[in-house]
């Protein structure tokens, strides 16, 4: 079978068959891709990102999407990059957002080993004094899986930095919220999320002594650098058959698209994070920003999908807050 990654529809025709249209409800979350800047080059990575990439956004974009912000009630703002910390203006982004009359909740999504960088000093206190929610990686609660996806050493430096996050409060007080996220080392679906939640506490517990809130597991979506990764071991259409094969019509409800609006590092505005990697940009006759946006007139927008909308419908469900069902 031939496959075209991200082109084709065939999550649009499962849909259509069951009558259902994919559209978006009330925006309950704003997610701001920051940039593609990381310390890491992980093999799963959707966004490709690295320490030489350059597109990251400027303080002119930071204040336009705050003041889009303003005017609107939508109660989550998740940061998410590359490593959206290593923006120059990533502190001033999470101030602004405290400043903000109507309070929101803001969301870190952590590589961890970025909070014992140097450069980065004090850090994990200034996520923890504004009361900040860390979703941070960790593939494994094992060295070998870690090391092996993200890089020599990345397992050692995640457990000090979770250590460190422990000891700020994280995972223990009520404001400071500390979620993990499993994803597939290889072309497999997450095992079932409450499980291996169990699993995690207990291991990371009693070897290391650290304490989280939730795991999330995601699947691995079939584009960008993880695409590559299959592609180069001819795992790629096996693992796209597996999507398909898995497809759940029970997971559609609670997609993240329908109440997420994802923001680029130019401003430019995405169904999704995986969207935005795939360039499918909102279009009104011309490509759209977040300041062409009228907050009000979201809810019911026709949502864009690709093959790769598989990765969310397959098994449980997946989403950048873990399994759907
Ligand atoms: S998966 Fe996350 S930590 Fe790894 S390279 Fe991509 S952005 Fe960086
Ligand atoms: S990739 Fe997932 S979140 Fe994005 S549009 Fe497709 S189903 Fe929705």
Known sequence: MSLTIASGNRVGQELGARGISLRHTRTEVLQINVGKLCNLTCIHCHVNAGPKRKEIMTRETVDRIIDWLAKTEIPTVDLTGGAPEMVPDFRYFVERVRALRWPRKIIDRCNLTILLELGYEGLA???????????????????????????????????????????????????????????????????????????????????????????????????????????????????????????????????????????????????????QQLGMQWKNGRKLFLWDIDPDQIENREILTGDHCFGCTAGGGSSCGGALI
């Open 125 to 275: 206190e200034f996520l923890a004094a504004n009361e900040v929610e860390i979703i941070a990686s960790m593939p494994c609660y094992s060295p070998e899986n870690v090391n092996a996806q993200r890089g020599e050493g990345v397992f050692e430096a995640s457990i000090k930095a979770l250590q460190l996050l422990n000891r700020l409060g994280y995972g223990t007080a009520p404001n400071l919220a500390l979620h993990l996220v499993y994803n597939p080392v290889g072309p497999h679906l997450p095992p079932p999320q409450a499980e291996l939640e169990s699993d995690y506490k207990r291991e990371l517990f009693s070897h290391f002594g650290i304490v989280f809130n939730q795991l999330y597991t995601i699947t691995n979506l079939p584009i960008a650098r993880f695409a590559a990764y299959l592609r180069h071991h001819n795992q790629l259409e096996e693992y796209m058959e597996l999507l398909i094969g898995a497809f759940n019509a029970a997971t559609v409800n609670g997609l993240m698209c329908r109440n997420t609006v994802s923001v680029g590092w130019r401003g430019e505005v995405y169904d999704c994070d995986f969207n």
